[in-house]
């Protein structure tokens, strides 16, 4: 089945032109299907390729997905037409009342502040409170996982002396575990962060276990509630030339920024990169939506509590 998505939403077009298969809301009314209601809390700056980058791993399944996006209000993007998010995003407060089967909240680029002094960061903790009780299972991403963990369990985040950036090999501990039904001993994960958070402080939390992590890039996912919620350090969503855009983006700045590691052939920027994480990420995003969000919610979606 694929992606329920509105109509003439930007992402359509470009994932059509990949050959995965979407579908606007206007086709979808035709079918007598429940399908499985995910939100997404999308906090990056520059939403469209945000928005077409979470399609694409969520297209490889055969649920039917409906997705909603859901924007924060004491936050105005400065890097997204006004029209699009009009034309495609709801305030928290018109979802309040709404229940969803799946939540994804995406990273931010708001890793220099402290999180009480990120200027949304009352409503985010209670979009975080209000999940818990709204939504069957929610994947937090990057700065976004760094802030449920803090705020759910006070787990602290430290600054790093230079930028996590690149594509890490990650080991899933608890490989049994159904989010990792089908993968391998060793997947790759690729990051792009400033802040990290220690094992220690995450271990001492007994609601948290540690599911998966690098010796290069640390601790990389985390869950609690028993798949409830998932805490992901770095970024399985992002396509192939994203850190390539981001390492040119700072080079043309004149930001200091090093060269993604493991990402280019030959760690060579100067060729394409080699992409080794996709696989896995389709993997992850399909066990989740089955194991976790389609076995687990109820039918009657307004008995989710």
Same mark, same amino acid.
């Given at each position: 089945?694929?992606?329920?998505?509105?109509?003439?939403?930007?992402?359509?077009?470009?994932?059509?032109?990949?050959?995965?298969?979407?579908?606007?809301?206007?086709? @979808?009314?035709? $079918?007598?299907?429940?399908? %499985?209601?995910?939100?997404?809390? *999308?906090?990056?700056?520059?939403?469209?390729?945000?928005?077409?980058?979470?399609?694409?791993?969520?297209?490889?399944?055969?649920? $039917? %997905?409906?997705?909603?996006?859901?924007?924060?209000?004491?936050?105005?993007?400065? *890097?997204?037409?006004?029209?699009? #998010?009009? @034309?495609?995003?709801?305030?928290?407060?018109?979802?309040?009342?709404?229940?969803?089967?799946?939540?994804?909240?995406?990273?931010?680029?708001?890793?220099?502040?402290?999180?009480?002094?990120?200027?949304?960061? $009352?409503? #985010?903790?209670?979009?975080?409170?209000?999940?818990?009780?709204?939504?069957?299972?929610?994947?937090?991403?990057?700065?976004?996982?760094?802030?449920?963990?803090?705020?759910?369990?006070?787990?602290?985040?430290?600054?790093?002396?230079?930028?996590?950036?690149?594509?890490?090999? $990650?080991?899933?501990?608890?490989?049994?575990?159904?989010?990792?039904?089908?993968?391998?001993?060793?997947?790759?994960?690729?990051?792009?962060?400033?802040?990290?958070?220690?094992?220690?402080?995450?271990?001492?939390?007994? &609601?948290?276990?540690?599911?998966?992590?690098?010796?290069?890039?640390?601790?990389?996912?985390? #869950?609690?509630?028993?798949?409830?919620?998932?805490?992901?350090?770095?970024?399985?969503?992002?396509?192939? %030339?994203?850190?390539?855009?981001?390492?040119?983006?700072?080079?043309?700045?004149?930001?200091?920024?090093?060269?993604?590691?493991?990402?280019?052939?030959?760690?060579?920027?100067?060729?394409?990169?080699?992409?080794?994480?996709?696989?896995?990420?389709?993997?992850?995003?399909? *066990?989740?939506?089955?194991?976790?969000?389609?076995?687990?919610?109820?039918?009657?979606? &307004?008995?989710?509590?």
């Amino acid at each position: 089945m694929p992606l329920t998505l509105p109509d003439r939403l930007p992402a359509i077009d470009l994932l059509k032109k990949e050959n995965i298969f979407v579908m606007d809301t206007s086709r @979808a009314a035709t $079918q007598d299907i429940r399908p %499985l209601r995910i939100v997404v809390l *999308n906090l990056m700056p520059i939403k469209i390729t945000t928005e077409t980058d979470l399609i694409r791993v969520l297209s490889n399944t055969p649920l $039917q %997905l409906e997705l909603v996006f859901m924007k924060i209000k004491s936050h105005t993007s400065k *890097n997204t037409p006004i029209e699009h #998010m009009r @034309a495609f995003y709801r305030d928290f407060e018109l979802l309040r009342h709404e229940k969803f089967d799946g939540m994804i909240i995406t990273g931010a680029p708001v890793e220099h502040l402290d999180f009480e002094g990120v200027n949304y960061w $009352q409503e #985010m903790t209670e979009i975080f409170d209000w999940a818990r009780t709204h939504v069957t299972s929610t994947l937090y991403i990057c700065w976004a996982a760094q802030a449920g963990l803090y705020y759910h369990y006070g787990v602290p985040k430290y600054p790093l002396d230079h930028k996590m950036f690149g594509i890490f090999p $990650q080991t899933p501990l608890l490989p049994r575990l159904p989010i990792f039904r089908g993968f391998d001993d060793v997947f790759y994960m690729p990051h792009s962060r400033h802040t990290e958070i220690h094992r220690a402080d995450v271990e001492a939390v007994k &609601e948290l276990t540690i599911i998966a992590e690098s010796p290069e890039s640390g601790v990389s996912i985390v #869950m609690a509630r028993e798949g409830r919620e998932f805490f992901i350090t770095g970024h399985l969503e992002y396509s192939p %030339l994203t850190l390539d855009t981001e390492y040119r983006r700072d080079l043309g700045k004149g930001l200091p920024i090093d060269v993604p590691r493991h990402y280019y052939k030959d760690d060579n920027p100067d060729l394409a990169p080699l992409v080794t994480w996709r696989a896995h990420a389709n993997l992850f995003f399909t *066990n989740w939506l089955n194991y976790y969000v389609y076995q687990e919610t109820p039918y009657d979606i &307004e008995a989710i509590h």
